[in-house]
């Protein structure tokens, strides 16, 4: 059973700090990694994917990955309160029909 | 510019009943298409994809169907809901050949009572 194992959370932050969220998955052989961004009620939306070891920059947000210890990293600098969000963890191999999403992790920034 | 449409947004239906989910894609063809369903506190569940008309996938056995009569038109079908049917259903697409994440549509909160 492959899966994706992110802390539920909720992850609390003051505002202007660095928030730090955390994915591990168990199969080997994934290749493509995502973080995903939900507010409540609405649906996912696409932050960051990283398919090579190492750090991956986009803004506030780097991305993490450490396939030899099979983790997946997310990090949000100064988080500001509309980053608060319940944050998606997906995993899968070359393509995306076997996309595994892990529960995800529920970020509160306070102001 | 690519969209991607889902609706009802809310659904409440009785066990037993039918239910018909429609997702519509604009601005690409030949999408890969998905169906996922997010039951409260856990992961995204791949039910269905599709990567072309009439071509579906089915990843759980369950009362659910999905069919696509059209190139950027996918349906979720179920002839008779149980309650554990409930969920936040999500329909998505990616580009055919290359795999950047996916573009979920707005989702359908389904209840059944």
């Known amino acids: 059973q492959k899966e994706v194992e992110q802390n539920s959370g909720p992850l609390s932050v003051p505002e202007g700090a660095i928030a730090s969220l955390n994915c591990t998955y168990s199969?080997?052989?994934?290749?493509?990694f995502f973080w995903y961004r939900q507010y409540s009620g609405k649906s996912p939306e696409l932050i960051m994917f990283?398919?090579?070891?190492g750090d991956k920059e986009d803004g506030r947000f780097t991305a993490q990955l450490n396939k030899a210890s099979q983790y997946v990293s997310l990090l949000i600098r100064d988080s500001q309160p509309s980053d608060s969000a319940t944050y998606l963890c997906?995993?899968?191999?070359?393509?995306?029909?076997?996309?595994?999403f892990g529960a995800g992790t529920r970020l509160f920034v306070k102001a | 510019s690519q969209t991607i449409h889902q609706w009802p947004a809310t659904l409440v239906q009785p066990v037993g009943s039918p239910l018909s989910l429609e997702c519509t894609v604009e601005?690409?063809?030949?999408?890969?298409l998905y169906w996922y369903r997010q039951a409260a506190g856990r992961g995204l569940q791949l039910l269905f994809y599709?990567?072309?008309?009439?071509?579906i996938s089915s990843e759980v056995p369950q009362n659910l169907s999905a069919s696509r009569p059209q190139d950027r038109q996918f349906i979720l079908s179920s002839k008779k809901l149980l309650l554990s049917d409930s969920g936040f259903y999500l329909c998505?697409?990616?580009?055919?050949?290359?795999?950047?994440?996916?573009?979920f549509g707005s989702g359908t909160r389904l209840t059944v009572v």
């Open positions: 998505a697409w990616t580009a055919g050949q290359s795999f950047y994440g996916y573009t």
């Open positions: 199969d080997r052989g994934s290749q493509s």
């Open positions: 990283i398919y090579s070891n």
């Open positions: 997906a995993v899968g191999g070359n393509g995306g029909f076997k996309t595994i």
């Open positions: 601005g690409t063809s030949n999408p890969n």
């Open positions: 599709s990567v072309g008309i009439g071509q």
